[in-house]
């Protein structure tokens, strides 16, 4: 996975991430392709959060996942109760 598919899986723009702050973004892309995501993630979680808040990815650009469909349910017939 690369550096900006892992940004637009945490919403966040990365071309308005990379104009907006280059050098930080070369420095998190660097750190990025040293170590695991998971690894990166934890590193810089709270500094994510920010930069999700002020990078936020428009819903248009987005790739929405689809909606599972609902799971059927078998209908059971009900017998009459009788006394």
Not at 18 to 36: S, T
Request: charged share 40%; no cysteine; net charge positive.
């Amino acid at each position: 996975m690369k550096f900006d598919e892992y940004l637009e899986g945490k919403k966040i723009d990365s071309k308005k991430y990379r104009l907006a702050e280059p050098g930080q973004y070369e420095e998190f892309k660097r750190i990025y392709d040293q170590v695991h995501p998971e690894s990166f993630t934890q590193q810089k979680l709270f500094l994510i959060n920010k930069i999700r808040r002020a990078y936020k990815l428009e819903a248009e650009t987005a790739e929405k996942k689809p909606a599972a469909k609902q799971a059927m349910r078998p209908k059971i017939p009900l017998k009459p109760k009788t006394s």
